[in-house]
DNA sequence: AGCCAGGCTGCGA
DNA sequence: TCGCAGCATGGC
């Protein structure tokens, strides 16, 4: 892989890393096509994306972009390529993994991604995106030339109450996204360091916040705090383990690769 | 029209 | 500890 400046975009060369399959495989809610570009926003930052026949281009970005933010959001470092080959190895996983190859697990914002996987529950995609972008208007702060608006902070939250929030139209998930921003704010739940203790220590902390279970723990943990042996089970990946796997399932045998596992097999059941 | 959605809480047994 | 009704809303 290589990775040029070119005419003030960055070109990312003999990458392994599949936008579409990355940026729609459900781990994000904030990117859409628009034509030829996929645009969204992440960091409180906007991101355009093409693909080109040179490869992945990043529009409007330079070196120090890359180098400061995209690399580690785009988790450009990790060897999908191996860890890809190791999921296909595993009985059951070869074809999840011959679809989902491409796909690599964004390191997002913990705050933005606990919130997302909050209003996720028993909802739908669409939805969540509607939701999402609605609170982003209400709450969150317009980005300085672009069209876009930063993702409300905790204290926004808080400062708009119960209330204020649910016009967003996310319904009983208003007051869990209040507490969950409350706990934040007041220092209860510190995301940053759930990056730095294990796996098990930072879901047991996340569901102290009401609204989240094992599974949105798992998500925030997996997509925000880089804990790659996270294994989210919703009600697709119970229907591609019932089907490919029967009864005797362990997750646990994927070790570090078990959330890329769980994303081929989300991806392979869902789309 | 009616089932379902990247589930969780609170309650009863 | 386990099972499950109820939950707000809207996509399909």
């Not at 580690?72 to 996983?93: E, F, P, S």
């Not at 409300?152 to 507490?179: H, M, Q």
């Not at 229907?239 to 490919?244: A, T």
Request: glycine share 8%; with cysteine.
């Amino acid at each position: 892989m290589e990775v040029f400046e070119k005419k003030g975009n960055i070109l990312i060369q003999g990458a392994h890393i599949d936008i579409d399959k990355t940026f729609n495989c459900g781990q994000c809610f904030r990117f859409d096509w628009d034509g030829d570009t996929l645009k969204g926003m992440a960091y409180d930052r906007p991101l355009y994306m093409q693909n080109t026949p040179e490869g992945v281009l990043l529009l409007n970005s330079t070196m120090a972009d890359y180098e400061g933010l995209w690399k580690a959001y785009l988790d450009m470092d990790r060897d999908y390529i191996g860890a890809n080959a190791a999921i296909a190895a595993y009985k059951g996983m070869e074809a999840a993994a011959e679809r989902g190859y491409g796909i690599q697990i964004l390191n997002q914002d913990p705050w933005e991604t606990l919130c997302s996987f909050i209003i996720s529950q028993n909802n739908n995609i669409p939805r969540i995106k509607k939701i999402i972008n609605s609170l982003c208007l209400m709450l969150g702060k317009k980005v300085p030339g672009s069209n876009f608006y930063s993702f409300p902070t905790p204290k926004a939250l808080v400062e708009a109450g119960v209330e204020k929030i649910n016009e967003s139209r996310c319904g009983f998930r208003a007051k869990y996204l209040y507490d969950a921003a409350k706990k934040v704010l007041n220092g209860d739940v510190d995301l940053e360091s759930l990056k730095d203790c294990s796996f098990e220590e930072a879901v047991t902390a996340l569901q102290t916040i009401k609204g989240v279970g094992v599974k949105v723990a798992n998500c925030v943990a997996l997509f925000g705090l880089g804990h790659r042996s996270a294994f989210p089970i919703d009600v697709w990946i119970k229907r591609v383990i019932e089907r490919d796997f029967g009864e005797s399932f362990d997750p646990t045998v994927f070790g570090e690769n078990a959330g890329l596992a769980q994303q081929y097999m989300y991806y392979s059941g869902r789309f």
